[in-house]
């Protein structure tokens, strides 16, 4: 039999690392549950389309009706809005899911929430609660059967307010379960193109210019180097900063993601998702710490020797140290890493298995009743 999922998620999304964590928990899923159906349902207004926004209105009461579980899962959906014209309270967006208390009551099928982060913008510091947000997501993690989240800095976000959940680090991660291994010498060194809305501080315009002179130092050593975007929004400014010679990816989809990062030799990721993929396929990388969402990965992974962050004296130096030490001696590297993501598959398997036994409990006693 084919259970029904009502999946929420930043649907239309122009940053395709939002429909990556939603394919990886869609991957997964099955595997403990059997056949499912997901249906689409936009978490917030990163969707432009005409279909209701949220768990709430309309969209509630589909799920009410025709879901077998309800899905909450991916991204950085539990990041807090600021107040202000364009994220006023009153637009329902004071975090990443448009909800209201009432609403979340009136819920009356199981709830899944996994794979979730906070985050912050370039050079901010991670944003506390208020209300109404603290509320929302009280309620919906005291309404949730099972509820994990992608990092630490998620985790004590959540304590802050009283709400306990598991850390598993992100889906992505486990998009196979492969070890960490050398790529092929002859393929290319993949480097994320890192948020164009950075360059909107003086500091982050010093940044992206130090990480293209980084890709321009690749090309002068002769490594073979493609530059990948993860976002639409970037791709006319990539035009302008990404050396000239070198190669831009953009994605067509998520399995034209994939195969180009299947295809490489290692990642440097100045996008969390980037160095997520490379690590779900088992993939060499270097992580960059450029905003909290990747500082959470970092934290969470212990991966602070092999990674960098801005606003620290060398740290392009450091990178083109580990940089020539994974293209040339990995071994440290592959295990370090490996380590960790068995550590966490661990915790992210058990977390799926007690998945399918709450769901299935659920609809044993609805049907029961």
């Known amino acids: 039999m084919t259970r029904t999922v009502h999946h929420y998620y930043p649907y239309g999304s122009q940053n395709i690392g939002d429909e990556l964590v939603a394919h990886a928990l869609r991957q997964a899923l099955p595997r403990v549950l059997g056949p499912l159906e997901f249906v689409n349902f936009p978490a917030n207004k990163t969707y432009t389309g005409s279909q209701a926004l949220g768990l709430r209105g309309e969209n509630l009461a589909r799920n009410n009706a025709e879901a077998d579980f309800v899905l909450i899962g991916g991204s950085n959906l539990l990041e807090p809005r600021k107040p202000g014209p364009e994220n006023a309270f009153r637009t329902g967006q004071a975090w990443g899911v448009v909800t209201d208390r009432p609403s979340i009551a009136q819920l009356e099928k199981p709830l899944i929430l996994l794979g979730q982060g906070t985050g912050s913008s370039y050079g901010q510091r991670l944003p506390h609660y208020l209300s109404p947000a603290r509320e929302e997501i009280q309620q919906l993690h005291k309404k949730a059967v099972v509820s994990a989240v992608r990092d630490y800095a998620t985790q004590r976000r959540l304590a802050e307010i009283g709400v306990t959940t598991e850390c598993t680090g992100c889906p992505v991660t486990f998009l196979t379960d492969r070890a960490v291994t050398a790529g092929d010498e002859r393929l290319p060194l993949l480097v994320s193109f890192p948020p164009e ?84 396929l088992g993939k060499p990388i270097l992580p960059v710490g450029v905003d909290w969402r990747g500082l959470g990965f970092i934290e969470t992974f212990e991966l602070q020797d092999l990674s960098i962050r801005p606003f620290r004296l060398g740290q392009f130096s450091k990178l083109k140290r580990l940089t020539r030490e994974l293209l040339s001696q990995p071994q440290r590297v592959c295990e370090t890493l490996t380590d960790a993501k068995n550590f966490f598959r661990q915790k992210y398997e058990r977390t799926l298995t007690l998945v399918a036994s709450k769901i299935d409990a659920a609809q044993s006693a609805a049907h029961a009743a």
């Open 197 to 280: 809305r950075m360059t909107r501080y003086w500091t982050g315009r010093r940044f992206m210019q130090s990480a293209m002179d980084y890709v321009s130092w690749l090309q002068r050593e002769g490594v073979p180097v493609i530059v990948t975007l993860h976002d639409r929004r970037d791709r006319e400014p990539a035009q302008k900063w990404v050396p000239s010679g070198v190669e831009i990816f953009d994605p067509l989809d998520i399995p034209d993601l994939i195969a180009r990062f299947e295809n490489c030799r290692g990642v440097v990721g100045f996008r969390l998702h980037a160095a997520l993929l490379g690590l779900g």
